[in-house]
């Protein structure tokens, strides 16, 4: 398998359920991403880009099929071995910052490293290393209740990437944040994708997603374009809000 393939999914199923009740959440879903990738997943509420979400980011393991990250076959792993692999290989940005109150910004950076087994000297200049590299060289020792809503992201995204993850996974990371601040944070996505980072995001929003290089487009739990570029969303986008405009025209004045 190549080592440049980050993301690998075979034959990916997610169901709920059985019988009569039983929900097909992902339905064969295959897909690869390749490192140093700037990908965006969309679809509509349902289409199965969440739950695709949580397998990429081993925090649920797929009903049948092979995924494998960065060359390790991790469909089937117990928790505990799932735990290990991604704090070692994965970096998480979510819509709600889940900062603990309590710490500063460098405290919060800090707390993936206790886990990873670094020394404390360690742990404190990688993490002023990566608050440094998100803007946030003069945010320390703010707690999050003294730190902007995008501030608290940027410390969240700093957290994400103090233990050099091979993916950057970010689900709606803008989704609570002003048109502004959310074009900051994107800044920073590009910026760390120009390093050489590997970033998955799902998002709701176009406008977010034609800031990735490839989007996914989810539909009823399969995909049904893995390759879309962010001028080929602005076309399918007027297309779908053509049809729908004309959906909701009554036949008989059509």
């Known amino acids: 398998?190549?080592?440049?393939?980050?993301?690998?999914l075979e034959e990916i199923y997610k169901i709920y359920g059985e019988g009569e009740t039983e929900v097909r959440a992902l339905s064969g879903v295959d897909l690869l991403v390749e490192q140093g990738?700037?990908?965006?997943?969309?679809g509509a509420s349902g289409s199965g880009k969440s739950t695709m979400m949580n397998i990429i980011g081993c925090l649920d393991r797929p009903t049948s099929g092979?995924?494998?990250?960065?060359?390790?076959?991790?469909a089937q792993l117990s928790d505990t071995t799932l735990a290990h692999v991604r704090n070692r290989k994965l970096g998480f940005v979510f819509q709600q910052f889940h900062l603990l109150p309590q710490l500063s910004a460098l405290e919060n950076v800090m707390l993936p490293m206790v886990y990873a087994n670094v020394s404390d000297r360690e742990r404190r200049d990688r993490a002023v290393a990566a608050l440094t590299r998100v803007g946030?060289?003069?945010?320390l020792h703010n707690k999050?209740?003294?730190l902007s809503g995008g501030q608290q992201q940027r410390v969240a995204i700093a957290r994400a990437i103090v233990n050099n993850p091979v993916l950057l996974l970010a689900d709606e990371?803008?989704?609570?944040?002003?048109s502004h601040t959310t074009q900051e944070i994107l800044n920073i996505f590009t910026e760390l994708n120009a390093g050489g980072m590997t970033v998955v995001m799902v998002t709701h929003e176009s406008d977010v997603a034609r800031c990735t290089r490839r989007i996914i487009w989810f539909k009823d739990g399969s995909v049904v374009h893995s390759h879309l570029s962010p001028d080929a969303l602005t076309q399918l986008t007027a297309q779908q809000s053509t049809e729908t405009q004309k959906d909701s025209v009554p036949s008989a004045l059509r």
């Not at 092979?66 to 991790?74: A, C, F, I, N």
């Not at 990371?173 to 002003?178: E, V």
């Open 1 to 8: 398998m190549p080592s440049s393939v980050i993301i690998r």
């Open 37 to 42: 990738e700037y990908c965006s997943i969309m």
């Open 66 to 74: 092979r995924y494998y990250l960065d060359g390790e076959d991790v």
């Open 136 to 139: 946030l060289a003069n945010r």
């Open 144 to 146: 999050p209740t003294q």
């Open 173 to 178: 990371p803008t989704g609570a944040l002003d």
